[in-house]
């Protein structure tokens, strides 16, 4: 599974893009009166136009995907800086994690379920694969190299994984697929992301947190500790101080590293990326595609164009 271009931008783009094109159009000579005949070319070329339009920015939005990892070094994970980041180093599970298809032992997947469907009849007649089922997991696992180890969260993550499970199931309409993708213990990965604050050890000293305050309402050692006029109950001040106290406990406790509570994830703007392949290997990939997207779009647009000129205006390209 690939990088994802971000759709939202890419749409708002893309339609700002097409309505100056299609105002602009008349203004420059195309007719608008047309016969039956025309206006069907006319929209099939317009949906061509429009279609080249999109896999241009989503073509554009790949490149700066592309230029982010060639411009951002990769930094050793003891020393790495808040903000976005490229590692490299071995996975390590965290929390025990099993894939969703086949059960197998990751601290990472993604899946597919597709079905084939049936529509239409005789010329009208269309096959293709619906996705029924899709997802992937959001457990938090570690990765480490030669200087230690860091926390990742995979949220707004785009995987790129080989895929290892695939099966299929039934002939014809109704027919299914699965396949599978997901990273095991020890393999060696390459990520981008965002190095900040771990919303996973965030919860986690919350919920010590919890705990611990509940253990100070109940007569005993723990609230004995805290009362320091001896009157038996806690106050407003007395109760201040225990619970920042306790809350310095529990960051002490966690302390085994200086990265105890740093993770790297995604976010809305800036999607994490987790392959295992090599950076050079992503970036041979992606180099691809944004060839594909941006030449393939343009030229999409621009055969269009031409026909709509030839076809439906006075002015001749030629």
């Given at each position: ?76 994970i003891r020393s790495i800086p808040m903000g976005i980041v490229e590692i490299k180093g071995a996975a390590k ?226």
């Amino acid at each position: 599974m690939g990088i994802k271009p971000e759709f939202n931008k890419i749409i708002r783009r893309a339609t700002l893009a097409n309505i100056i094109i299609a105002a602009a159009l008349p203004l420059i000579g195309v007719r608008v009166n047309l016969n039956p005949g025309e206006l069907k070319l006319a929209v099939f070329l317009g949906v061509c136009i429009i279609a080249g339009v999109f896999i241009f920015f989503a073509g554009w939005d790949i490149y700066g995907k592309k230029r982010t990892i060639e411009n951002i070094p990769t930094s050793k994970i003891r020393s790495i800086p808040m903000g976005i980041v490229e590692i490299k180093g071995a996975a390590k599970e965290k929390y025990a994690l099993q894939t969703r298809l086949n059960r197998i032992n990751c601290v990472f997947y993604k899946y597919l379920i597709q079905s084939h469907v049936t529509d239409g009849y005789g010329k009208n007649r269309k096959n293709y694969w619906k996705t029924v089922s899709q997802g992937s997991s959001i457990t938090p696992f570690l990765v480490e190299d030669s200087t230690g180890s860091v926390i990742v969260e995979p949220f707004d993550c785009d995987a790129v994984l080989k895929r290892r499970y695939y099966y299929s199931e039934g002939v014809f309409n109704g027919a299914k697929r699965y396949s599978e993708w997901y990273i095991v213990p020890q393999e060696e990965l390459y990520i981008l992301g965002f190095a900040g604050k771990s919303a996973d050890v965030m919860s986690g000293r919350k919920e010590k947190l919890r705990k611990r305050l509940n253990e100070l309402k109940k007569p005993g050692k723990e609230q004995e500790r805290y009362d320091l006029n001896k009157d038996g109950q806690l106050d407003a001040y007395e109760w201040t101080l225990a619970a920042n106290a306790i809350k310095r406990e529990i960051e002490r406790d966690e302390s085994v590293s200086d990265l105890c509570d740093v993770a790297i994830s995604g976010r809305e703007n800036n999607r994490m990326i987790i392959s295992d392949k090599s950076e050079k290997e992503l970036l041979k990939s992606l180099g691809i595609k944004v060839l594909l997207g941006i030449f393939g779009g343009l030229f999409l647009f621009v055969l269009s164009l031409f026909f709509i000129f030839e076809k439906f205006a006075n002015i001749k390209l030629y």
